[in-house]
């Protein structure tokens, strides 16, 4: 530009400076950035949280049909962004240079001795080859909207498909630009590069050149401007992390930047009567054009360790239709108290609920590995009906283990979770696996007792072949299916994340399996009610054994899954709930073994009469000290006990549930 200002630009100022002075007479409400002179332009006095656009000024130097654009944001402070009026030659590399540094949360690097020439040079070389590279590349063939490849000045864009995010490197035109870092470019759902809120300029996202993390935070946030935040005592905003961890939340945040200006850009303008606040981004969330006089709420955000996003966050829409403004500050104001209020609370009870399932897992694999041994010491216990039990106990053993292991290994160490090695995902899909094991096992055993007390009487032995398929096989599909689905679709990092509707491929089977076994579980007691009434039996003594019989049966085939699959919203109900679910759930391993071992009679009758013959060997060895032999006979003696004193008979079982002992 040529020394001085010019008649017109002065003339400009000085009519500038005089509407300034009248604008502060006057009484305005709400937040504003007022007038502004700049050097260039003159800005009215524009609300807070919009922008405006206006050519270039009539300069020599200057391209009048460039656009400016200014944001004021929520603080009241203006903003460049977009392109500034375009200079000539050296004078518009640094414009630009200095535009980027803007956008990337004002880079203090001082770049003064950087090669003007080469570095437009290698611009106008890359510009070259972008323009061919669009012209030679081949039209977008893929079904849906897109959009066009483009060069935006400093990179080349390939045509991207709407709804979705284009990356690559940062350029390397200057020193205080970070190359390994990635620029980002978002294709709206209409198949629009986004643009700025309100504004003529399609953006791209040049924050992360920016070569420190500091100024990058600030980038984040720079169209928002500052969020005030109350927390509850004890509490925080945004904990102390790991460099990796605020990355995260950094795209996060980010992300959803993105889509909160696609959507404003979007949506329809208001049109219903009466005053209202007008939608915007508050630096976390996007909120809706608002009638005043209202509170408008949503989920919080999940982008901090203390923030819950089952809590909500809410903003007040004055009857002057202007958001809220604190107090203290005098800044519109979102309220996110409630997303950390009851941190503290609920991460005692998170951690109280974490211990309760190491616990339950580690008791449920002792009792459960306790009674495998029974089953596996007498084969006086050997029947079809024992080896279900041992299967499905297999099945809990094997399902408990791995649990502890993704608990302890996995869900409490965040920094496996950053890493995200193959290994994790490997163990989550053992993990599917292994919980519809546990659960078809559970419908195996429900078959059985169904074929046993309904379908036949003085039934054959069954072919087991075919509860094997069921149990451990038929499991390995819809693991399969979810495991494909997920590195497809939803591949997120060890796939810990439950906000995906790719769970149903292992959750729906599952509920399935619940389902049948309830109509068993249902129809078992019918027949059961129906026999013990037809024997003449006390009243009191039928509904005794039927609600023993139903007692012992709903651990066993799961039922409790389908009685209260729903956690209530009240947060005193729904901690009871997880108390009352993590006992059924982590638990249910030493609750079957306790029933179907420790109280089964069969197997107290084994104990028993193990225990009478140890009595009897240790007494004669205390009598008799006279010699080995003797000691051995009278042992091999007290062994050989006559058959008929403990008469037992597995095939009981099959006299159609009149005399089983369960």
Aim: net charge negative; glycine share 6%; charged share 20%.
């Amino acid at each position: 530009m040529t020394e001085g200002p010019s008649p017109a630009v002065s003339q400009s100022q000085y009519r500038c400076l005089e509407l300034s002075n009248k604008d502060q007479q006057d009484n305005t409400t709400g937040s504003f950035c007022r007038r502004l002179w700049d050097g260039l332009l003159c800005w009215d006095e524009t609300p807070a949280g919009t922008s405006v656009t206006q050519h270039c000024p009539d300069h020599p130097d200057l391209d009048t049909t460039e656009k400016v654009t200014k944001y004021c944001d929520r603080m009241g402070n203006w903003v460049e962004i977009g392109s500034a009026c375009q200079l000539a030659s050296k004078d518009k590399l640094e414009q630009e240079k200095q535009f980027l540094r803007d956008s990337a949360g004002a880079m203090t690097t001082d770049a003064t001795d950087v090669d003007i020439g080469g570095v437009q040079k290698l611009i106008l070389e890359n510009e070259k080859k972008c323009s061919e590279k669009m012209k030679n590349d081949p039209k977008y063939d893929k079904p849906g909207v897109y959009c066009s490849r483009n060069w935006d000045g400093w990179l080349c864009w390939n045509d991207t498909p709407a709804g979705s995010h284009a990356s690559q490197n940062c350029p390397s035109y200057f020193a205080d630009m970070e190359a390994t870092e990635k620029v980002t470019k978002y294709c709206g759902e209409d198949g629009q590069w986004v643009h700025q809120p309100k504004s003529e300029r399609i953006w791209t996202n040049y924050t992360l050149c920016s070569s420190t993390y500091e100024k990058r935070q600030r980038a984040a946030a720079q169209l928002s401007g500052d969020i005030e935040v109350q927390p509850a005592d004890g509490a925080t905003v945004s904990p102390a992390v790991h460099r990796e961890e605020q990355e995260i939340e950094r795209k996060k945040i980010l992300d959803s930047q993105y889509k909160c200006f696609e959507k404003m850009n979007r949506d329809a303008a208001y049109n219903k009567s009466g005053l209202y606040c007008s939608r915007n981004w508050d630096g976390w969330l996007c909120w809706d054009d608002t009638p005043a006089g209202t509170y408008t709420s949503q989920n919080c955000p999940n982008y901090f360790m203390d923030f819950d996003p089952t809590e909500k966050a809410t903003k007040y829409c004055g009857e002057d239709g202007q958001w809220f403004r604190h107090p203290d500050t005098n800044r519109t104001w979102s309220n996110y108290t409630l997303c950390n209020e009851n941190t503290n609370s609920k991460l005692k009870s998170a951690y109280i609920l974490f211990y309760m399932a190491i616990v339950g897992h580690a008791l449920s694999i002792a009792s459960l590995l306790i009674s495998l041994a029974i089953f596996f010491y007498f084969r006086s216990l050997s029947c079809q009906r024992i080896t279900l039990h041992k299967n499905l106990f297999c099945s809990y053993v094997l399902n408990s283990a791995l649990t502890i292991i993704n608990l302890g290994g996995v869900v409490s160490n965040p920094d496996v979770v950053v890493r995200n090695p193959v290994g994790c995902k490997v163990l989550h899909f053992f993990h599917m696996y292994m919980l519809g094991c546990n659960y078809f096992w559970m419908l195996c055993e429900g078959i059985y007792l169904h074929t046993l007390i309904v379908v036949a009487v003085f039934a054959e032995e069954q072919h087991l072949h075919w509860y094997y398929l069921l149990g451990w096989g038929f499991p390995l599909v819809p693991a399969s299916i979810h495991a494909v689905a997920r590195k497809k679709y939803f591949d997120d990092n060890c796939w810990m994340s439950v906000d995906t509707h790719l769970l149903y491929a292992v959750h729906g089977p599952i509920m399935a399996a619940l389902l049948v076994n309830l109509f068993f579980l249902l129809n078992i007691i019918r027949v059961l009610v129906t026999k013990l009434r037809d024997t003449h039996r006390a009243e009191s003594n039928m509904y005794m054994k039927a609600v023993r019989a139903t007692l012992i049966l709903v651990p066993l085939l799961g039922i409790q899954f389908v009685i209260i699959p729903w956690r209530p919203e009240n947060r005193l109900a729904g901690e009871v709930y997880d108390y009352i679910m993590h006992i059924l759930m982590h638990y249910q391993g030493l609750l079957v073994a306790t029933i179907f071992c420790f109280f089964n009679g069969e197997v107290q009758a084994a104990l028993k009469r193990q225990w009478m013959q140890y009595k009897m060997q240790w007494g004669q060895r205390r009598k008799d000290h006279c010699s080995m032999r003797s000691t051995s006979y009278t042992a091999t003696s007290i062994t050989e006990v006559p058959a008929f004193m403990y008469h037992h008979d597995c095939n009981s079982e099959q006299f159609n549930g009149r005399h089983m002992e369960i």
